[in-house]
């Protein structure tokens, strides 16, 4: 792939890089050998950073090893519609729920905005543009549902061990495993809508601009 589109490719995937690598150097900043390796099992214990990087990872490995087995994953549409969900629902869930608990400035403001809002709409048009390889399986829904399921899963198991939870709504030790358990049920319900709704979306680009899904290697 060359011109335009390529060059957008290139620098959408900084961005997305660029999101997860400030905000761990704003987390680890000035902290002791200790005190850092906590705050570094904190950094990956956000599904904001794990979807992040995740989107980071997708549109990087195309340009980088366009022949490996992730980078064929990666330019997939199942796995791209997955991805897409996860930002989507990353950037709604902050935008409505998290934002106005808090008021970065700074660096913390750039790596704010990069995380929850430019990738995520960055992404969403990257996929506008370019759908995805091969068809979008209905399929792919559930399995989507891994991911953010494995998630909450840790985030329970680590939380039990140390007290400290991600987000507020999944804070067992304010909430209680009743309530939680419940947001996690609604969430898991959004996730499996957002990934039908994007499925249908990369199955209706399919029918109106079929063929367009072409690798990034030239």
């Known amino acids: 792939m060359k011109g335009p589109l390529a060059l957008w490719r290139i620098l959408i995937a900084l961005i997305a890089c660029l ?4 905000q761990y150097g704003l987390m680890v900043y000035d902290e002791t050998l200790v005190s850092a ?6 950094f990956f214990s956000y599904f904001t950073i794990l979807t992040n990087m995740l989107a980071a990872a997708a549109l990087t490995a195309p340009l980088v ?9 990666a330019e997939r549409s199942g ?8 930002l989507a629902i990353t950037a709604v869930v902050y935008h409505t729920l998290l934002a106005w608990q808090w008021d970065p400035q700074g660096l913390r403001k750039v790596s704010d905005t990069i995380l929850h809002t430019i ?8 996929v506008a543009l ?16 891994a991911f953010p399921a494995l998630f909450g899963v840790w985030t329970l198991a680590h939380g039990a061990l140390t007290t400290w939870y991600p987000y ?18 609604e969430m898991s319900v959004a996730f499996a809508l957002g990934a039908l709704i994007f499925i249908a979306l990369f ?3 399919a029918r109106v601009a079929p063929g367009q899904g072409e690798p990034i290697s030239a």
């Not at 090893?65 to 994953?73: D, L, N, R, V, Y």
């Not at 796995?79 to 996860?86: C, D, G, V």
């Open 19 to 22: 999101g997860p690598a400030l």
């Open 168 to 185: 507020p709504f999944m804070n067992v030790a304010k909430r209680g495993y009743p309530k939680v358990l419940l947001t996690m049920v």
């Open 65 to 73: 090893a366009p022949s490996s087995a992730f980078a064929a994953w």
């Open 119 to 126: 990738t995520p709409i960055a992404f969403l048009l990257d």
């Open 203 to 205: 199955r209706l680009r």
């Open 79 to 86: 796995p791209r519609a997955a991805i897409t969900t996860y």
């Open 130 to 145: 370019r759908g995805g390889q091969g068809p979008a399986r209905w399929i792919v829904a559930a399995k989507a549902m």
């Open 37 to 42: 390796a906590v705050k570094s099992v904190e």
